[in-house]
């Protein structure tokens, strides 16, 4: 699978081995080379080792996996993305995603999660969800500006969602 490609970014599909990499954040690893300063983060870390079960247990599920978010202007990766598994019955998946500290409040995140957004309603997702802690006010504007409305909030969380039930796919990207 070819990487995602937006006007500033570059998403790669990981593997099992550059997950493998990122979770035990091993820098000399051959995905290391390509790492900005701060990557990869806690977050970068649970998600490759949420990725790397996946596969343990029911293989690669590309295309609903994780995704290294790379600048385009230097390759070097600031984040990630991705799927927690592939779509449910219903046709719904829940996507993931963050940035290192110096690559956030520049657009990325909703540039990547609009991009991801985009890429699994072309391949028959009807439904993506997302949530982000009450005081994280980056990641509600992130999904908002991504397509995403707010559908419900608890004692922890604002919960984000996106459907396509009632309107046709665009042509596969």
Not at 40 to 69: M, N, Q, S, W, Y
Request: net charge negative.
């Amino acid at each position: 699978m070819d990487a995602l490609m937006t006007p500033r970014l570059a998403l790669y599909p990981l593997d099992a081995a550059e997950a493998a990499d990122i979770a035990a954040s091993r820098p000399d690893g051959p995905s290391a080379a390509h790492w900005a300063p701060g990557y990869p983060d806690d977050g970068d870390r649970r998600a490759a080792g949420r990725f790397l079960r996946t596969c343990a247990d029911v293989g690669d599920p590309r295309p609903f996996g994780a995704f290294e978010i790379r600048r385009r202007t230097d390759g070097l990766a600031i984040g990630g993305a991705g799927f927690h598994g592939a779509p449910d019955p219903d046709g719904q998946l829940t996507v993931g995603y963050g940035l290192i500290a110096s690559a956030r409040g520049l657009g990325y995140g909703a540039e990547a999660l609009g991009s991801l957004l985009m890429f699994v309603r072309s391949r028959g997702v009807l439904s993506v969800k997302g949530d982000a802690d009450l005081d994280n006010v980056a990641s509600h504007r992130v999904m908002t500006s991504a397509g995403m409305r707010l559908v419900a909030v608890d004692d922890r969380l604002r919960h984000y969602r996106v459907d396509w039930r009632d309107t046709p796919a665009p042509p596969s990207v």
